[in-house]
């Protein structure tokens, strides 16, 4: 791995995880402030006590026990994937403004992110298709924040 930092894998791995957890938890925040009263406070409260809890626990844990902190990590994080998910489609049951655009990207985010998963599982020998759903999300968000006004 080609770097300008002499750093050892431990520290990039424990950093890979590191922005895993601190990543969904800015998703989780984006989601509350760009849709504002769509999602409740506690979502995004939820979202950064866990990221801070796995994100410290990442940097004292063995690096070997790393996959299972993830996996452990996952299940919180699809809990408040599928909250996300029921709360952006109520927006689009009321029209709430953007909801729609965003439950777009955030869908398509979604499926890219199980495939992956699928992928790194082994389960299938599908091709990663994470650069295509991070674009379209990038895209969709961008696009809201700008008609938007931020």
Same mark, same amino acid.
Request: charged share 5%.
């Given at each position: 791995?080609?770097?300008?930092l002499?750093? +050892? *894998? ?11 957890? %601190?990543?969904?938890?800015?998703l989780? +925040? ?9 999602? @409740? ?5 939820s979202?950064?006590a ?14 070997s026990?790393?996959d ?5 990590? @996952?299940? $919180?994080?699809? %809990?408040?994937?599928?909250? @996300?998910?029921?709360?952006?489609a109520? +927006?689009?049951?009321? @029209? $709430?403004?953007?909801?729609n ?12 992110l %199980?495939?992956?998963? %699928? ?17 379209? *999300?990038?895209?969709?968000?961008a ?8």
């Amino acid at each position: 791995m080609p770097s300008h930092l002499n750093l +050892g *894998f431990l520290v990039y791995g424990r950093i890979a995880y590191l922005c895993v957890f %601190i990543g969904f938890a800015a998703l989780c +925040g984006f989601l509350h402030h760009a849709l504002d009263g769509l999602f @409740a406070k506690w979502f995004v409260k939820s979202s950064i006590a866990l990221g801070s809890l796995f994100g410290f626990l990442i940097l004292w844990i063995p690096y070997s026990s790393a996959d299972r902190l993830l996996m452990i990590y @996952a299940v $919180f994080a699809l %809990i408040l994937l599928g909250y @996300a998910m029921i709360r952006l489609a109520v +927006g689009v049951w009321k @029209a $709430f403004p953007f909801a729609n655009i965003v439950l777009l990207g955030f869908a398509c985010l979604g499926i890219t992110l %199980i495939n992956d998963f %699928i992928y790194q599982m082994t389960l299938s020998n599908t091709p990663s298709l994470i650069p295509f759903g991070v674009s379209v *999300f990038t895209f969709t968000q961008a696009y809201t924040l700008s008609a938007r006004g931020y």
